[in-house]
């Protein structure tokens, strides 16, 4: 069975900067599991594995604008200490959820603390970057009427209600 839109999809892979430093794996885990077309991986990826069977190994390099977008300093600010009401030791690295501006929610890392002012970036932690990755094809199959409602796999490697 070929990948295409309304399949889940099991991968192993992994991830590296262009220092070949790997940044993320399923070795020694369970492959990554995603319905594909519902925008649960990055675009990139996911249309690089379009068209691709079980036992296909690939190695693909993703630009930014397909993965986590540019780094964009529009998106790095600064807060009085005050916004973080309730966190005993606010820390640089320390990440939180934020709303963002189209009214969802981002996660936003502390870049910076000096006094009463906490600069934090709404940046993803790869945003900016060209991703490598090395993937497997482990396992495709229809996704269930469920699945395809909710948007995201259940059941084993998937999603729990």
Not at 32 to 48: D, M, Q, S
Not at 52 to 60: I, S
Not at 100 to 126: C, E, F, K, S, W
């Amino acid at each position: 069975m070929l990948i295409a839109n309304q399949h889940v999809v099991a991968i192993d892979y992994t991830l590296s900067n262009d220092a070949g430093e790997v940044i993320d794996s399923s070795a020694g885990a369970e492959p990554l599991v995603y319905l594909h077309g519902a925008g649960n991986i990055i675009a990139g990826l996911e249309n690089a594995l379009l068209g691709k069977t079980v036992g296909d190994e690939l190695e693909v390099s993703i630009e930014p604008e397909d993965a986590y977008g540019e780094y964009s300093v529009e998106l790095i600010t600064s807060l009085g200490r005050e916004m973080f009401e309730g966190v005993d030791e606010l820390e640089v690295g320390m990440q939180f959820h934020a709303s963002a501006p189209d009214g969802g929610m981002q996660i936003v890392t502390v870049r910076d603390i000096d006094g009463d002012q906490v600069t934090i970036d709404g940046n993803h932690p790869l945003a900016g970057q060209q991703l490598n990755f090395k993937v497997k094809v482990i396992s495709v199959r229809a996704a269930s009427e469920e699945e395809l409602a909710h948007g995201h796999v259940h059941g084993e490697g998937g999603h729990q209600h």
